[in-house]
């Protein structure tokens, strides 16, 4: 498994919003300013289906993260289940006017869990960027 983690300084129901709106998720869902995510659908509920486009901007990489959620608690936890059957989760322990949040998640094949791990912490990162600007 890996796990990725940040720190973001801004109320739970904030963080909350930003991290399920299909429109905040296109502004933040991208671990470099070379990357974006043109399209994002997200029905957060259980056994909601999610799909966020993420792509180089110069299209030389595109792809499709999608699954489903298996539960979701509001301010709490999303678990997920990804179309190729890994799975993962998002926790958001709130605390004052801080939100850690942790993702755990099952690592492809394809690709070295080390720079999967710096794909993902540096999406997270960004969330955080984009949530403590806005």
């Not at 659908?41 to 901007?57: C, H, I, L, P, W």
């Not at 059957?85 to 094949?109: A, C, H, L, W």
Request: negative net charge; charged residues 25%; contains cysteine.
């Amino acid at each position: 498994m890996i796990t990725v983690q940040t720190i973001v300084n801004a109320p739970i129901d904030k963080v909350w919003e930003f991290w399920t709106i299909p429109k905040h998720i296109q502004g933040w869902n991208n671990p470099t300013d070379e990357w974006h995510t043109p399209y994002v659908e997200n029905d957060v509920q259980d056994e909601g289906k999610f799909r966020y486009t993420m792509a180089t901007k110069d299209e030389s990489i595109s792809f499709d993260y999608e699954g489903f959620y298996t539960k979701v608690e509001k301010f709490h936890v999303l678990r997920y289940k990804l179309v190729d059957n890994r799975i993962g989760s998002v926790q958001f322990e709130s605390q004052n006017n801080q939100v850690k949040i942790i993702e755990i998640f099952e690592p492809n094949t394809e690709n070295p869990v080390n720079e999967q791990r710096q794909f993902c912490q540096g999406v997270i990162d960004n969330f955080k960027k984009y949530a403590e600007a806005n």
